[in-house]
């Protein structure tokens, strides 16, 4: 039989993919890209090694900062503001990668299955391409590939695939008695690509549980039978296997199990609605939704918002808790009972779920988000491609080819299918990657598909106050509002849009406070509304966003006792008391507000910030006398308990670089205090 011309194949697929995503490159920067990505400019262009080393050092994401992924963005811009093109295009590399590198690993474990001559050999290599071009191509990771800050969901996914190759190679060299090379590419795989994938994202860590499910479900049973082990390579595996497999997983699991024990005797953070119980009775759910959109896709999603997603609390409540935790159990079970006659379904099923433990179980995250299918779906593609192309499922069977010339499922019938599906899997994903190009379509577009979503109906009218049509903001906040009058990002955005349009009623206005008072912790946005509103508050675009009106809001939060319950949340309020007493002029005020945040934690960041807005408005003296508070309390300094944010505070210590802060910002309020009256200092 003709080899098929593998090559153009792949080529042919790399510029099909591009090609659907090329409109999306076009979009702009959303939510978490703001979080994360200003760090490149947080203390001046990225130019030299220190530099360098506080950057990747700053991630606060999760416990291990994530600094590979913060790496590759240099990539694309060294500074910020940037544009997100080289973000948007550096990502959808890495996406093409990741399709050619998990061709390489189901090529590889195709190889593993097939028993016959040259024509099963090129059924497993062109299922191999299939299979991967139904992942590359499938609509539900537009979302991960085109929202720049989910590269640190991307790059996991590359280390991991190249670990498992580099551990397949392994292996033969074990089975081939190449002890060396055997343990080099153990080393490197399950070593070197596990630190790296880790150090992407923390589910990098899941690289050796999924090689072991590779071996447990797939390996061991296919080579059940096979005699070529020599002895000493058999040993050197099961000790590979052990060191390198076994005990990393078992170490997931128990800080999986030690987080949840955690979670059920302490609780979770207050900014979630749920108990961990019940985050752990609604994911089968969630997981079934994944499923759902993996297997029947459409061309638009939730995307980014998933706040309107309910809580199991109970069994029975919703409907669909327990059967769906039947279904995960049954599932579960049907893989570990097809291992030995379907080894390429069991492992399919087995790999998801191993791939979404760490993300969808005990770890109090959000309850849902479309990325974390992107590692844990890899090989859902594969049985289909296997089947499609006449290759076998099952162990032992021989790939017979495909004879009949018609037929439900002839060999023409299966090839329209394969053709079916890439095609619809293609126009899906360029339909939705044309919608991430567009960003006001996008948010109107999430805000219909998401009606119950608080972020969602926040972001279309926030895109339809910048459009000039604060009015169709009015109507789509107002009841959204009413339903949900906790939801603070509603409520400030709907005093925005009546600002916009000259005045605030005051019906507005004691929604707004009322949501103030009542929300749950909110992170960074009540920082960043008022001290965006505190800018304007010499001009602003209504009378009752002035001083007096933003005063009166921050009061109403700063009596959220959900709010001031948190040490960063108090600090966030206090500076902001500060600051409203700067804008009246009263340094001694501004002064004991200031004093009071850095009290609530402790860091030269705040104080630093603090000490300069004294400077700025007028009164270096009492910015001088801030940086000697803040001396005295030194001491006390908050020090990060473990990982890379106190990484991150011994880099900064190792460079001086709060020293040389302090010293240069002392410099400069002493020049301004000399060359200012003492009237103003008085004032």
């Known amino acids: 039989m003709r080899r098929f011309p593998y090559p153009v194949l792949y080529i042919l697929l790399i510029a099909l993919t591009a090609l659907v995503y090329a409109n999306g490159l076009r979009g702009t920067f959303l939510f978490d890209d703001f979080v994360n990505l200003p760090t490149l400019g947080a203390s001046g262009p990225i130019r030299d090694t220190d530099s360098f080393l506080r950057f990747v050092t700053s991630g606060t994401a999760d416990p291990l900062g994530r600094p590979v992924a913060l790496a590759s963005f240099l990539l694309d811009a060294r500074d910020w503001p940037a544009s997100p093109l080289p973000f948007k295009r550096t990502n959808l590399v890495v996406h093409l990668l990741n399709g050619l590198l998990l061709a390489l690993l189901l090529r590889r474990l195709g190889r593993a299955m097939q028993t016959g001559g040259t024509t099963t050999h090129q059924r497993y290599e062109l299922a191999a391409l299939l299979g991967a071009a139904f992942w590359l191509l499938h609509p539900l990771f537009v979302s991960t590939t085109l929202y720049i800050v ?105 800080y999986l199990l030690f987080a949840g024990w955690q979670g059920l005797m302490h609780g979770v953070p207050s900014v979630r609605p749920w108990t961990l119980g019940q985050r752990l009775l609604t994911e089968p759910r969630v997981l079934f939704e994944y499923l759902r959109l993996l297997w029947l896709p459409h061309p638009y999603t939730a995307g980014v918002f998933n706040d309107q997603i309910a809580a199991s609390t109970s069994l029975w409540s919703p409907g669909g808790t327990l059967p769906a935790l039947l279904g995960v159990f049954g599932l579960l079970a049907a893989a570990c ?33 479309e990325h974390r299918n992107y590692l844990p779906a890899l090989l859902m593609f594969w049985p289909l491609a296997l089947w499609l192309c006449g290759a076998s499922l099952t162990i032992g069977a021989g790939a017979a080819p495909d004879r009949a010339p018609g037929g439900m499922f002839g060999p023409r019938t299966k090839v329209a299918i394969a053709l079916a599906i890439l095609a619809g899997f293609a126009w899906m994903t360029y339909s939705r990657a044309d919608l991430w190009g567009n960003t006001r379509d996008q948010a109107l577009l999430w805000a219909k598909l998401n009606p119950q979503s608080s972020r969602a109906q926040a972001y279309a009218a ?65 920082a960043s509304w008022f001290g965006h509103g505190l800018d304007q508050s010499r001009a602003p675009a209504c009378p009752q966003m002035n001083l007096e009106g933003i005063e009166t809001l921050l009061e109403a939060a700063m009596s959220n006792p959900r709010l001031m319950e948190a040490p960063g949340r108090r600090q966030d309020l206090y500076h902001l008391r500060g600051r409203i007493a700067l804008e009246r002029h009263d340094p001694a005020a501004a002064l004991a507000s200031f004093k009071l945040a850095l009290e609530q934690q402790v860091t030269p960041t705040i104080a630093f910030q603090q000490a300069a807005l004294l400077g700025s408005a007028g009164y270096p003296v009492q910015g001088l006398q801030h940086l000697d508070d803040y001396e005295s309390v030194s001491s006390q300094e908050f020090v990060p308990a473990f990982g890379m944010a106190r990484v991150h505070a011994w880099v900064l210590r190792r460079q001086h670089y709060w020293d040389k802060e302090l010293v240069r910002l002392r410099q400069t309020l002493r020049s301004d205090a000399q060359s200012r009256p003492s009237s103003i200092e008085s004032a």
């Open 337 to 369: 009972l097809m291992r030995r006659k379907a080894p390429a379904v069991a492992l399919t099923i087995a790999f998801y779920f191993v791939g979404q433990s760490m993300e969808s179980s005990t770890i109090p995250l959000e309850l849902y988000f």
């Open 150 to 254: 989910q590269r640190e969901a991307m790059l996991p996914v590359t280390f991991t695939l190249a670990g498992l190759l580099f551990w397949l190679r392994a292996r033969d060299a074990f089975r081939g008695g190449d002890v060396h090379t055997g343990w080099l590419g153990a080393l490197l795989g399950l070593g070197l690509c596990t630190v790296l994938a880790t150090l992407s994202k923390a589910n990098g860590a899941l690289l050796p549980a999924l090689a072991l499910t590779i071996e447990w479900f797939f390996l061991r049973p296919i080579a059940a039978q096979d005699t070529a082990w020599s002895a000493q390579g058999r040993r050197q595996h099961r000790i590979a296997t052990l060191y390198l497999l076994l005990l990393p997983s078992i170490a997931v699991g128990t």
């Open 462 to 526: 926030q895109e339809e106050m910048a459009g000039g049509h604060p009015e169709q903001a009015i109507k789509r906040l107002a009841p959204a509002l009413e339903r949900d009058p906790d939801q603070v990002q509603l409520a400030l955005n709907l005093l925005a849009a009546r600002c916009q349009l000259g005045s605030v009623d005051q019906t507005s206005m004691q929604a707004s406070i009322l949501a103030l008072r009542t929300t749950r912790d909110t992170g960074n946005l009540l």
